[in-house]
T-cell receptor, first 111, second 107 residues
Framework: DAGITQSPRYKITETGRQVTLMCHQT?????MFWYRQDLGHGLRLIYY???????DKGEVPDGYVVSRSKTENFPLTLESATRSQTSVYFC??????????FGSGTRLTVV | KNEVEQSPQNLTAQEGEFITINCSYS?????LHWLQQHPGGGIVSLFM???GKKKHGRLIATINIQEKHSSLHITASHPRDSAVYIC?????????FGTGTSLTVIP
């Protein structure tokens, strides 16, 4: 199906473990984003990418790593998960024609 | 200071009422976006605009570039409009989001 797919939808992990959240788009939108959403903070930008092999930090990048070797994939890795990284994570693309398109979100719990 | 401010933070309306949500921003922008998020749900883009006015069904979005202000209007509100509405702007490669307006429409 066309669109933007995030996986997994739900994830529970232990403190200190590495975890990767996947994001895949079936279009060729240049821009891709990772946001986290927490009560009282709204959406906060973690990292974004303007094109393959180009990534930039957002507002809250510490503890996260991204890569974009292919236009359609933008994985987000928590190198050593902490409880403060418990959140809902949204991946999004943006095009000049249609604006933002968001994935369904990944609910991550770090115990 | 937030680059994007929304008001009100919370809004309760009776079904059928005309609703306005406001967004003010402090940066020069390339585009302004209105997003909708239903409880427990995903985020949907409603509008992207850089000038003037756009309409989609019962939703109308306006922007005044000089005043750095945008409004989202909902005519003949319905309980299914209950959601969080988020204003977002981008300027070049900088992206800013408001904290959202939580709307509840009571039957």
């Amino acid at each position: 199906d066309a669109g933007i797919t995030q996986s997994p939808r739900y994830k529970i992990t232990e403190t200190g473990r590495q975890v990767t959240l996947m994001c895949h788009q079936t279009w060729s939108h240049s821009y891709m984003f990772w946001y986290r959403q927490d009560l009282g903070h709204g959406l906060r930008l973690i990292y974004y990418s303007a094109a393959a092999d180009i990534t930039d930090k957002g507002e809250v990048p510490d503890g996260y790593v991204v890569s974009r070797s292919k236009t359609e994939n933008f994985p987000l890795t928590l190198e050593s998960a902490t409880r403060s990284q418990t959140s809902v994570y949204f991946c999004a693309t943006r095009s000049s024609r249609v604006g933002y398109t968001f994935g369904s979100g990944t609910r991550l719990t770090v115990v | 200071k937030n680059e994007v401010e929304q008001s009100p933070q919370n809004l309760t309306a009776q079904e059928g009422e005309f609703i306005t949500i406001n967004c003010s921003y402090s940066v020069g922008i390339s585009a302004l976006h209105w997003l909708q998020q239903h409880p427990g749900g995903g985020i949907v883009s409603l509008f992207m605009l850089s000038s003037g006015k756009k309409k989609h069904g019962r939703l109308i979005a306006t922007i005044n570039i000089q005043e750095k202000h945008s409004s989202l209007h909902i005519t003949a509100s319905h309980p299914r409009d209950s959601a969080v509405y988020i204003c977002a702007v981008n300027t070049g490669n900088q992206f800013y989001f408001g904290t959202g307006t939580s709307l509840t429409v009571i039957p």
